[in-house]
């Protein structure tokens, strides 16, 4: 059993920056794809970005291009999310994903993820 905890979350002005975390437990995290999600109120949970297992491969949603960027360390069971220019339009719940997949497997769709962390509140201010 795997197990995902996102921080970091929490209200920022328009341009301003936010780093979430996903801690993970399991001695096989090196092997599992991992991605961000995030889901507005009444909207369907929506594909922010995702890294394979090395980290050689990544996958960004066009809204976050530029701006957002993912990255993991292995060796600290960890998955980054770094926000930046950050517009009221990214405010969500903001939620980590992972499952074991090839090494190089960068997975967007929600249905591909075997876990899921309860997510963390990201609220962007006009």
């Known amino acids: 059993q795997v197990q995902l905890v996102e921080s970091g979350g929490g209200l920022v002005q328009a341009g301003g920056s936010l780093r979430l975390s996903c801690a993970t437990s399991?001695?096989?995290?090196?092997?599992?794809?991992m991605g961000w999600f995030r889901q507005a109120p009444g909207k369907e949970r929506e594909f922010v970005a995702a890294?394979?297992?090395?980290?050689?491969?990544?996958r960004y949603a066009d809204s976050v291009k530029g701006r957002f960027t993912i990255s993991r360390d292995n060796a600290k069971n960890t998955v980054i999310l770094q926000m930046s220019s950050l517009k009221p339009e990214d405010t969500s719940v903001y939620y980590c994903?992972?499952?074991?997949?090839?090494?190089?497997?960068?997975?967007?769709?929600?249905?591909?993820?075997?876990?899921w962390g309860r997510g963390t509140q990201v609220t962007v201010s006009s």
């Open positions: 890294i394979s297992w090395r980290g050689s491969n990544l």
């Open positions: 399991g001695r096989t995290f090196s092997s599992y794809a």
């Open positions: 994903a992972a499952v074991p997949a090839p090494e190089a497997s960068v997975l967007v769709t929600p249905a591909s993820y075997r876990y």
